[in-house]
């Protein structure tokens, strides 16, 4: 597909990604397995794992104005190969807007790029672990770039990245008997206690019900409690 997308260079596309989410704009670079379009405000880079369709753009009310600016993370900036994973590190440390669960956004900073999970600092969610495989869109900003003047140094509250798994299997097994949110609390019995982790699939003990068998490959973004644990 990617061969097919770079013959689309310049061309304003509208997109459909996972979850029925609709995106719009130019198609200004194209990697091994990622997109990047300019929508007339952001550079959104995205993994063409959640690319569902692909239309051309021909309502001339709709017309995307050239950027001003170039990309902060581009196929020329970066030696060798073009890929999600390589992007995801270049954005370590910049302030960023990603998509996991349905059209909310996640503001906040990469710390971490893992095996197949990134480490995410929210203000509002604080330390999230994201799969590399759920991400429908990133927007990387400049090191410059925040809302308000807010310090991202006033929220990473774990910035002892090296010690962590280096894979999502592994960080769930080491949570064992720890408190934690699954998909951010999408389904409140996906809170609680994990009481085991194997074949695929992790026990999470909720307050006052039965114990729930997650299956590990549709776990989004974890967040886990290292206050609480038995």
Known sequence: MISTLKGLLNETVNIEVTGKMHLQGTIIDTGSDTLVIFDGNDYKYIPVLHIQNLTFNTDSECEIEDPSESPCIDSESIDGEFSLRRILMQAVN??????????????????????????FHSPIYKT?????????????????AWVNGFNHKNFLDNPADTK???????????????????????????????QSSKEGFIEIQPARARS????????????????VSH
């Open 164 to 194: 962590l798994a280096s894979s999502f299997e592994k960080l769930i097994t080491d949570a064992k008997g720890k408190f934690v949110v699954v998909n951010m609390g999408e389904s409140m019995n996906c809170i609680g206690e994990i």
């Open 94 to 119: 910049m302030f960023t807007e990603i998509s996991v669960i349905g059209e909310q956004s996640l503001y906040g900073y990469i710390s971490s790029v893992k095996d197949n999970y990134i480490v």
């Open 212 to 227: 729930l068998y997650v299956n590990m490959h549709h776990i989004k973004t974890l967040q886990i409690d290292n206050n």
């Open 128 to 144: 999230l672990y994201i799969m590399i495989d759920h991400l429908k869109w990133l927007i990387p900003h400049p090191d410059n």
